[in-house]
């Protein structure tokens, strides 16, 4: 069993940044590939990015390509989304989540966190 804790969400104005953690305990958490997932009211869940266990690959949703960065620190067991140019559209609850590999978390995570509220204003 992985378990992961998000924190770090908060409002924030248009233009702004914050950074998020998940923390992760359990299972040995470098051998897990991890990812961040968003879901906005109303909407579905929809992926947002992607991280190899290793760090060395990484992946993101087009609409926070260039603005949002994935990172993570094994020794620290986290894995962390720096969310910089931040729009009204980001808002939104912000899961963490943990697979085997990269494609299953893209596909279908084997963990996932309670979320943690970002709420960007206009």
């Known amino acids: 069993q992985v378990q992961l804790v998000e924190s770090g969400g908060g409002l924030v104005q248009a233009g702004g940044s914050l950074r998020l953690s998940c923390a992760a305990s359990g299972r040995t958490f470098s051998s897990y590939a991890m990812g961040w997932f968003r879901q906005a009211p109303g909407k579905e869940r929809e992926f947002v990015a992607a991280i190899s266990w290793s760090g060395g690959s990484t992946y993101y949703a087009d609409s926070v390509k260039g603005r949002f960065t994935i990172s993570r620190d094994n020794a620290k067991n986290t894995v962390y989304l720096q969310m910089n140019s931040l729009k009204p559209e980001d808002t939104a609850v912000y899961y963490c989540?943990?697979?085997?590999?990269?494609?299953?978390?893209?596909?279908?995570?084997?963990?996932w966190g309670q979320g943690t509220q970002v709420t960007v204003s206009s």
């Open positions: 989540a943990a697979g085997g590999t990269l494609y299953e978390v893209l596909d279908d995570p084997d963990y």
